[in-house]
């Protein structure tokens, strides 16, 4: 089918979202809205994707710095799309394929449509297709104006448009399949002679059909893969929908979600089959989940890996962690980075984990804080146990070999290595490395006063 190129337009500032923060980087599912955008080319066989920046272009640079096959363009003032693309020239400068122009805020434009739009294409002599839909309510899109015999004849913007152009349910999704011959000689001959005094790219359409050149409409069947996002209001539609994708992607493989409504997973969370998420779950970024388990109601997890029969309870949050197969959490558990909890552990409630490391069958059941830790297999951490890890300037790592018992109430001063098999009495605060197999007691004697009481 030939060389394909995208050039994916993100220079705006995107005034409309009233934010700090560049448009195109609003995350949506867990991703920065344009990585949608460029996911799509490239799986529509894009060999090479040029971004068009201008605002806060370093934001957009540095994001996707490690892509070989993505070149940025400069745009330094925003004179309109039409002048977005010619930023691009020298960028694409020598190619002579199929150029794919793309908007970094239309993220749920599927990659098999854009295949089936560059397949149009290919198969006609048009020289211009544009992705078009029918939307309910048009109001803002550009409208696709057409001659009798479906020929794109001009694009009309909303504030350009008539009363009778803004009755067009068509709208311009701002997708286009153009040849690079035809559109960079177009480009050099648009003007900014309209209502918003900027370089339509829109109008490329009513050149080519001033020349003859047909321009054809790839009618997009579902108009919400074309929504433009402009505004919060319209964020917030596009992730409800990118949402119901990916729960019902999930659900179809096997995964029962209670309440799909009000389960927010990002895209590209794995989920194994059997396994139950809870209603106001939250699962994040590179997360993968095994079969069988139980995501209980407002748990939070990100990045995290976790195994098969896993039970997460109420109220936990879990951030980077790796657990192990079998494992039982909260509720109201808090694992907090570099915590891996082997086959069978078991953390209750109101229990913080950091850079610990827990090995099979142990339990930290009640009201605990383990940091900077190795834990050996069958360990038994008591209610209100601490590992005094911090100093105050440094931390220092606490160990804890196979088989210990360690009583309620223990404060562990780190650093410090608790022998195989010992026994730390309840009430300890432990300073010293204890051997193995023995008994540390480290608390004040009773000492009771009779009568006391009865004196006073
Ligand atoms: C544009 C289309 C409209 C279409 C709609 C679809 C034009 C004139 N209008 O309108 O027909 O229905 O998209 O969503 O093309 N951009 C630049 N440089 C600029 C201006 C814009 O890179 O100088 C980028 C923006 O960052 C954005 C995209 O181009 O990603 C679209 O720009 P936007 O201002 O949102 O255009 P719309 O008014 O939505
Ligand atoms: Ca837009």
């Excluded at 363009?73 to 793309?102: D, K, N, P, W």
């Excluded at 996002?229 to 179809?252: F, P, T």
Aim: proline share 4%.
């Amino acid at each position: 089918m030939g060389a394909i190129a995208a050039l994916i337009l993100a220079a705006g500032k995107g005034t409309r979202m009233k934010s700090d923060l560049l448009k195109v980087m609003h995350p949506l599912g867990g991703h920065p809205m344009i990585e949608y955008p460029v996911a799509a080319a490239r799986e529509a066989g894009a060999s090479r994707i040029v971004i068009v920046t201008g605002h806060q272009s370093d934001s957009v640079r540095s994001y996707f710095c490690g892509s070989k096959d993505i070149a940025f363009a400069h745009q330094a003032e925003q004179l309109g799309t039409g002048h977005a693309v010619a930023s691009a020239r020298q960028s694409l400068a020598g190619f002579s394929g199929r150029i794919l122009i793309l908007c970094g805020d239309v993220p749920l434009l599927k990659p098999q449509t854009l295949q089936k739009a560059i397949a149009c294409h290919a198969g006609s002599s048009a020289a211009v297709t544009v992705l078009t839909a029918q939307q309910d309510n048009p109001y803002g899109y550009g409208r696709i104006v057409k001659d009798a015999g479906g020929n794109i004849l001009r694009i009309v913007e909303e504030k350009e448009a008539n009363d009778a152009e803004r009755k067009i349910r068509e709208i311009n999704s701002g997708i286009y399949c153009v040849e690079s011959e035809f559109l960079f000689d177009a480009i050099s001959r648009l003007s900014n002679n309209n209502v918003q005094g900027e370089y339509y790219l829109t109008d490329i359409v009513q050149l080519a059909a001033e020349e003859g050149l047909p321009c054809v409409a790839f009618s997009v069947v579902d108009p919400n893969e074309l929504m433009g996002v402009n505004d919060r209001i319209q964020l917030a539609a596009a992730a409800a929908l990118l949402r119901k994708e990916v729960n019902e992607a999930l659900m179809s493989d096997g995964v029962t979600i209670i309440d799909p409504c009000n389960t927010y997973i990002d895209k590209g969370v794995k989920i194994g089959r059997d396994t139950t998420i809870h209603p106001n779950v939250h699962i994040n970024g590179m997360t993968e989940i095994g079969a069988n388990c139980t995501v209980e109601s407002s748990v939070s997890i990100k990045d995290c890996r976790i195994g098969k029969g896993v039970i997460i309870r109420t109220g936990s949050v879990l951030a980077n962690a790796l657990l192990h197969d079998a494992v039982a959490v909260g509720p109201m558990a808090h694992l907090r980075p570099g915590t891996e909890l082997m086959k069978d552990v078991r953390i209750g409630n109101f229990v913080e984990t950091k850079k610990a490391q827990i090995g099979e069958g142990s339990k930290a059941s009640h009201l605990t804080y383990l940091g900077d830790v190795t834990i050996g297999k069958g360990v038994n951490i008591g209610c209100g146990t601490i590992t005094c890890n911090y100093d105050g300037i440094n931390k220092h790592r606490t160990i804890i070999e196979d088989n210990v018992f360690v009583g309620s109430d223990v404060q562990l001063i780190a650093p410090v290595t608790i022998g195989r098999n010992a026994l730390i009495a309840a009430g300890s605060t432990v300073t010293k490395d204890v051997p193995p197999d023995s008994l540390a007691i480290a608390r004040t004697p009773q000492v009771n006063k009779e009568g006391w009481k009865l004196k006073k």
